[in-house]
């Protein structure tokens, strides 16, 4: 099966990278050159070359308008799409977008999964992703050879769309943990309070989330993950979540803290660097508060 890959940054560099190293050539696109070569693949020309040269194509962009700009695009997929072919989109999308899409491209006999990932950019180094897809299931059972070498588990979740729907669920937590495990370090910062000591209580207590097992450790000694999600693209998601909500019908009662964080740490300058960095911002606005003892 020939493989294409675009959008080649923090994580779709990555993920193509276990796909070279597993044996398997990827005919790669994205708009920094330097990100095809280090990601060992070979460089296409533009999109349309590369969707017509490969049988499955992975998609890893920044939101649904890249997305449709590299699908619906003058020499994008859809133009070079055939019967057979499988696109496989793992960026965080909205879904109503994500559903036309599919159904343009089954017009053309192409099938189009939705595979929103989590694991950020640890697990994708590893190849050890998790995938949620959404889709035709027999599209998912001709694609996994390939999605094998990226994720460790895959679920798949229902039709077009309900991956990147279970998507926004899954990162609407990730950020409302995140922020909220931001803030309460801080204060302990500020009262003293030992911050490993902190974490060891909050792992072993009823405030425990993956915020205070897999991110804070490192963060209260200086190491801040970088190469994941920035505070833009949280912000991005989160704002997702909440459209998705509204058109559902369902209170989004716990929005206001995660829009409040993460757009603030864009507009304090943030915008860019990872969205861990949201302990910083709210140190900022806290006295210029950081974790670290020698701060």
């Not at 990162?171 to 974490?199: C, S």
Request: aromatic share 4%.
């Amino acid at each position: 099966m020939r493989i294409g890959f675009a959008g080649l940054g923090n994580m779709g560099g990555r993920m193509s990278a276990c796909i070279v190293r597993a044996g398997h050539p990827v005919l790669g696109y994205d708009l920094a050159a330097e990100n095809v070569a280090a990601a060992g693949a070979k460089a296409a020309g533009s999109i349309g070359e590369g969707a017509a040269g490969s049988d499955i194509v992975l998609l890893s962009l920044p939101d649904s308008h890249v997305v449709e700009s590299v699908v619906l695009g003058d020499d994008g997929v859809l133009a070079h799409a055939r019967p057979g072919q499988i696109v496989v989109d793992l960026s965080t999308a909205a879904p109503d977008s994500t559903t036309r899409l599919h159904a343009l491209l089954a017009a053309r006999g192409a099938s189009y999964l939705d595979a929103g990932i989590s694991g950020g950019a640890a697990a994708a180094e590893k190849g050890a992703l998790t995938l949620m897809v959404g889709g035709d299931l027999d599209a998912l059972d001709q694609a996994r050879p390939v999605l094998d070498l990226v994720a460790a588990q895959i679920f798949h979740c229902g039709p077009s769309g309900a991956g990147h729907t279970v998507k926004l669920l899954n990162n609407f937590l990730n950020a409302t943990a995140l922020a909220a495990t931001a803030e309460v370090m801080v204060a302990g910062r500020k009262a003293g309070i030992d911050l490993d000591v902190l974490l060891a209580v909050l792992n072993a207590s009823s405030g425990v989330n993956f915020a205070t097992l897999n991110r804070f450790p490192k963060i209260v000694h200086g190491d801040y993950l970088k190469g994941g999600l920035t505070n833009s693209l949280m912000l991005k998601d989160v704002n997702l979540y909440v459209a998705l909500a509204a058109k559902l019908g369902v209170a989004s009662l716990n929005a206001a803290g995660p829009v409040a964080s993460f757009g603030m740490a864009r507009a304090l300058g943030y915008a860019d660097e990872i969205s861990n960095t949201v302990v910083d911002a709210i140190g900022d606005l806290s006295g210029g508060v950081r974790l670290q003892e020698n701060s």
